[in-house]
């Protein structure tokens, strides 16, 4: 199968890639590079795999691309609440238009499977789990744009995922993410003062989102048309929660709350995943093992300069 993974080379990316080259298929990945990564140098040696320095806002190009291609990936984005922030338009661009663009340009005989995020769900209920139909309320302009493309590709019945906060190692590392971040800081500085510790999340480790891809790919004609929660079911926690996890593997990780401040962030939900469960999908990677994960990687990882910021 030949196909197009536009922002290969990021987070998701670079663990999904090497994923589908190793069953077989022609892998093209479209990536502007952004944070000048080398994330993909390791699959160069294989003749299956073609890399494009380009941006998923260059219509032509993206056109060419989406032509040759059975399934589409497009995980380009400019990810997290405070880069989208600060570049509205840009990933208005990005987030957004280019995947409205892709939805336009594809064939009905193509695969598209879109990563939305289940930060849409903004604030939810206390002990309500969160579900596919569930309202969308996204709190930020990231939420927000990753909600509008969703929206759009469905109504083109192609298939979504709403990933939970991923979490683990990957050639594109990233520390800005919860249980990076925190894992990282227990480690280097010992401790760490959080705000509005009861907000919860859902999490997922990297290897199970860009598993949950080759899922849906085998599974796309009984999934398509329906967004998909992705996460571990075990672990809706809490900010404070998720600091206990990392202290039995971290003892003298200390934490705090800060009884002033506010966290920019204003997510707070739990999220059932029941519904891609059900078509046979598991995560095979439950969170202690991704937080020994991480504690190997950080002896390598000295510096944070790993971060969408």
């Not at 691309?65 to 984005?77: F, Q, Y």
């Not at 979504?160 to 280097?188: E, H």
């Not at 919860?200 to 967004?227: E, I, S, T």
């Amino acid at each position: 199968m030949k196909i197009l993974v536009t922002g290969g080379a990021g987070y998701i990316g670079s663990i999904l890639v090497p994923k589908l080259l190793g069953e077989g298929h022609e892998v093209t990945v479209l990536d502007n590079f952004l944070y000048q990564q080398t994330s993909l140098l390791d699959c160069c040696c294989n003749p299956r795999l073609t890399i494009i320095r380009g941006d998923v806002r260059d219509a032509r190009l993206l056109g060419e691309l989406v032509k040759k291609a059975d399934a589409i990936l497009p995980l380009a984005c400019l990810t997290g609440a405070p880069l989208c922030a600060r570049e509205p338009i840009m990933a208005t661009a990005v987030n957004r238009d280019a995947i409205k663009a892709i939805a336009d340009m594809k064939s009905p005989s193509q695969m598209l499977i879109y990563p939305c995020t289940n930060s849409g769900y903004g604030i939810g209920q206390e002990g309500i789990e969160c579900d596919e139909e569930t309202p969308l309320r996204p709190v930020s302009l990231y939420g927000q744009l990753k909600v509008e493309a969703e929206s759009y590709v469905l109504e083109r019945g192609c298939l979504t995922f709403r990933f939970a906060t991923v979490f683990g190692t990957s050639p594109r590392m990233r520390l800005d993410l919860l249980v990076n971040d925190f894992t990282y800081r227990a480690v280097n500085d010992g401790f760490v003062v959080l705000f509005e510790a009861h907000f919860k999340r859902n999490y997922l480790h990297v290897q199970d989102a860009a598993a949950a891809f080759m899922h849906a790919m085998k599974n796309y004609d009984k999934m398509k048309g329906r967004p998909y929660n992705v996460g571990l079911s075990e672990a809706n926690l809490s900010k404070w929660e998720l600091c206990q996890a990392i202290q039995r593997h971290v003892p003298r990780f200390t934490f705090l709350i800060s009884e002033v401040g506010k966290d920019p962030d204003q997510r707070n939900y739990i999220v059932s995943n029941a519904r891609i469960e059900a078509t046979g999908f598991k995560p095979a990677v439950g969170l202690d093992d991704g937080l020994r994960e991480l504690l190997k990687a950080y002896q390598v990882i000295r510096r944070n300069q790993f971060s969408n910021v």
